[in-house]
């Protein structure tokens, strides 16, 4: 029998799906990615403007870790960058002299604002028994005050980023931006923004009440889900329209799964994408190659240390 919470929530109208996508998985260099936002029927959610799934890698036999520091570097603008390790290991460098090696569990936050050059390297964690990859980028665009800002770099250990329990050993959520029942994460946001890895167990449903201004979308990485009573299978990307009240998520698998729900306010500036600057005119894109060319950028140190 549902509890009175729940007999409340079930009271309200779920949310519609506004589309749904799978998209192809490829080989991008010495990585399988699975590039999920933007696609054919959104440009953004929320101020999210790219999200990519990391599900393999090549390993390049023969050439030392140090090596590859600035081997595959790129400039960055106007953007937030955000990596998660579901699983894996992804080293971190960049220009403003940050070198971080994260495992499992934890998040490299790069703030661009008026320019960075960053470098990632994703590998298998060294601590698991398992070679699975699970890796995902999102890119948070900043408000157009915001890309004049200092670029800034944060390392979220998994112990730094909350959790919440849900009753009934349903399972739990890490907040990695934005909060939940009042706990916050440490992560700055400017578009109320939010990310949750939601845990839930075999045959457990939870169910989030929406926020009528805020868009939402929601990433299944693997096994399967039921979403506001759709089926819902490993990759897919849904995004919801602004009817409903709620999304409610139900774990038919014999296994627990991990899912994403994001979102945030509607970015409401003009964006324009050159690469890796997003910006909101094509004359700060000019300027942002100029900048970068000029130097002003900074560069990644070869014999850079943790």
């Known amino acids: 029998m549902l509890s009175k919470a729940n007999q409340v929530m079930h009271e309200k109208i779920k949310k519609k799906i506004r589309f749904r996508l799978n998209s192809q998985c490829e080989w991008l260099g010495e990585i399988k990615v699975q590039q999920v936002l933007p696609n054919k029927f959104a440009q953004a959610i929320g101020p999210f403007i790219f999200l990519e799934h990391i599900l393999s890698y090549k390993q390049t036999s023969g050439e030392s870790d140090k090596n590859l520091a600035g081997k595959c570097s790129h400039p960055l603008r106007g953007i937030t960058t955000l990596t998660y390790i579901l699983s894996g290991e992804v080293e971190h460098w960049d220009s403003l002299g940050n070198n971080v090696n994260l495992v499992s569990g934890e998040v490299h936050w790069t703030k661009a604002g008026k320019g960075i050059v960053y470098d990632e390297v994703v590998r298998s964690d060294y601590r698991a028994v398992e070679s699975d990859i699970a890796v995902f980028r999102f890119w948070i665009n900043l408000p157009s005050k915001t890309k004049t800002e200092k670029p800034h770099y944060v390392a979220l250990r998994s112990t730094?980023?909350?959790?919440?329990?849900?009753?009934?050993?349903?399972?739990?959520?890490?907040?990695?931006?934005?909060?939940?029942?009042?706990?916050?994460?440490?992560?700055?946001?400017?578009?109320?923004?939010?990310?949750?890895?939601?845990?839930?167990?075999?045959?457990?449903?939870?169910?989030?009440?929406?926020?009528?201004?805020l868009q939402y979308a929601a990433f299944l990485p693997a096994n399967k889900a039921i979403i506001n009573g759709a089926g819902m299978p490993a990759g897919e990307f849904i995004a919801f329209n602004g009817l409903g009240e709620i999304i409610e998520i139900t774990n038919d698998c014999d296994k627990a799964i991990d899912i994403f729900l994001f979102g945030g306010e509607p970015y409401r500036e003009p964006i324009v994408t050159d690469g890796k600057f997003v910006m909101n005119t094509p004359h700060e894109i000019t300027q942002a190659y100029n900048d970068y060319y000029d130097g002003k950028y900074g560069q990644i140190k070869q014999n850079q240390n943790p």
Do not use: R, V
Not at 184 to 192: D, G, I, L
């Open 160 to 213: 730094d980023i909350p959790k919440y329990n849900l009753p009934d050993d349903t399972g739990w959520i890490k907040i990695i931006s934005g909060g939940y029942q009042n706990i916050m994460s440490e992560m700055p946001c400017y578009a109320n923004e939010f990310l949750y890895h939601i845990h839930l167990e075999s045959g457990k449903q939870f169910s989030i009440t929406t926020e009528q201004y």
